[in-house]
């Protein structure tokens, strides 16, 4: 697992620092407008995504064998639904356009929906990557492929092709991910019309999608009611905030999550080391991403002026506030794992759409506050869900409540302190310094990282003593060659 983790998280590392750098320069010759009429796309392209790949990816990564037929069936049934959705999206176009009363939607959908035709060139050599723990293979693929698309994105936009330079680049980049794939998986594309023998594999992707899409909705609902009422620049702030608040979350958590659930699959019969598996995970996750939420609290504003520029200041609000949830979407990530692993996704779903219909609720009713009220509409619905999905995941794994509290205890301690240290260091640091963006975060930054690393070192934590040695060690190899 540790392997495993560790190119899933230099993967994911790469990728958001990558994005987040490609972000910078597009959002210096983009508009927040551009973003927002993207993402008010995406609201429905994504949904439809998750039909057309119809949870048979995952299937096939969870399940104790995989034939050659299997994912020819898989194939064949991802190429039609995507024909098919193309179809939808080209004919509803103009509707489209006349609903946001902006024709330019017309053509931006029907160019964006293409990828629905090829996607299942990406999807099925990924979930073989996936299954066979080609971690390394992945991370390569991942980055990469990001970079073609990213450099398509800021060609088109510095020649001034504004959204268009973001449609594109993502097809882009999904052709130039299927090119690598395809060789490195050693996959030709088969057909197959055997559905009785695929049978288990769908019925478990329907769970897998049916949970999916619901989860899709829940995080995209804000963005589709802020299109509606506050408009595509609300829009485009609101998720500058809310990508970036996402983020360590993304690299670290989604790191982990990935290689957890395909090592729970494995062992899910031995609840044991599941159960081991999912406090362990949780600890060290706590321990390395936490850092991050506690310095947002104080690099917000400074953080989003010095990078993305005045004009994307408001976004500073939601991206603080959104630190705030970093705990329960902690524990609703991997609770997630748990269940996926242990086939409950049929218990899951009822939360799910719970949690979205009171997600599009507390956002209708925060509205009058703006972007910042968005943000604790979000904060709170990320309470009920991570403590209802922990709660089904215990009934799986036959273990305690009170597990996530012992594994995140260290990390809370740990960054109790650095939240004391950055609060002294904010108030004893002179206005020269606090009225500079770049000096104000680098001095921040250096000092809670050095505390934060010192404390992590020495302080007896026994959970966290073979970590820590670990870390010692690496140390004094690092120190030696040197």
């Not at 049934?77 to 489209?96: E, M, R, S, V």
């Not at 507390?362 to 703006?370: D, F, M």
Request: with cysteine; net charge positive; proline share 4%.
């Amino acid at each position: 697992m540790r392997h495993g983790i560790a190119w899933m998280f230099v993967g994911n590392t790469g990728r958001q620092v990558l994005t987040f750098l490609f972000g910078i320069v597009l959002a210096r010759l983009l508009a927040p407008e551009d973003f927002g009429i993207l993402l008010t796309i995406q609201v429905f392209t994504g949904l439809a995504g998750f039909v057309a790949g119809g949870g048979m990816g995952q299937a096939l990564v969870r399940a104790k064998e995989a034939t050659k037929q299997d994912y020819d069936i898989v194939f064949t049934l991802q190429l039609g639904i995507g024909c098919l959705i193309y179809a939808g999206f080209f004919f509803a176009a103009p509707w489209f356009a006349k609903w946001y009363d902006t024709p330019l939607y017309a053509d931006l959908l029907r160019v964006s929906a293409l990828s629905f035709i090829f996607r299942p060139l990406v999807n099925l050599p990924a979930s073989m990557l996936y299954r066979n723990m080609r971690y390394k293979a992945q991370t390569i693929v991942g980055i990469t492929s990001l970079l073609v698309s990213s450099g398509t994105s800021i060609l088109m936009a510095w020649l001034g092709y504004g959204v268009w330079s973001l449609i594109w680049g993502g097809i882009a980049g999904a052709a130039f991910s299927a090119a690598l794939m395809i060789p490195l998986t050693r996959w030709r594309p088969g057909f197959s019309l055997e559905f009785r023998r695929g049978r288990d594999i769908a019925r478990y992707g329907i769970l897998v999608s049916a949970n999916d899409i619901v989860g899709y909705l829940h995080n995209q609902v804000s963005i589709f009611i802020l299109s509606r009422t506050l408009g595509p620049t609300s829009v485009g702030l609101f998720n500058k905030g809310k990508s970036l608040a996402t983020m360590p979350h993304s690299f670290i958590t989604g790191s982990v999550y990935h290689v957890l659930f395909r090592a729970m699959a494995a062992e899910q019969d031995n609840l044991d080391k599941c159960r081991y598996l999912f406090f362990r995970s949780i600890a060290l996750v706590a321990v390395y991403a936490t850092p991050f939420y506690i310095g947002l609290l104080w690099l917000s504003e400074p953080f989003i002026r010095g990078i993305y520029g005045e004009k994307w200041v408001a976004a500073a609000g939601p991206l603080m506030i959104l630190a705030f949830a970093w705990p329960f979407w902690l524990m609703d990530n991997l609770s997630g794992a748990v269940l996926a692993a242990q086939n409950w996704l049929g218990r899951e779903l009822p939360v799910q759409i719970a949690t979205l219909i009171i997600t599009a609720l507390g956002i209708t009713i925060a509205l009058p506050y703006g972007i910042e009220g968005v943000a604790w509409a979000i904060v709170g619905v990320a309470v009920y869900s991570a403590f209802h999905l922990y709660w089904l995941a215990t009934r799986c794994l036959r273990a305690k409540l009170s597990g996530f509290f012992k594994a995140v205890a260290p990390a809370a301690v740990l960054n109790g302190l650095l939240a004391l240290v950055l609060f002294s260091a904010d108030s004893t640091l002179p206005a020269s310094v606090t009225e500079n963006d770049f000096a104000y975060m680098a001095l921040m930054g250096a000092t809670g990282g050095l505390i934060y690393i010192v404390s992590f070192l020495y302080l007896p934590f026994r959970s966290l003593g073979a970590e820590r040695e670990r870390w010692k060690i690496k140390l004094k190899l690092a120190k030696a060659a040197a």
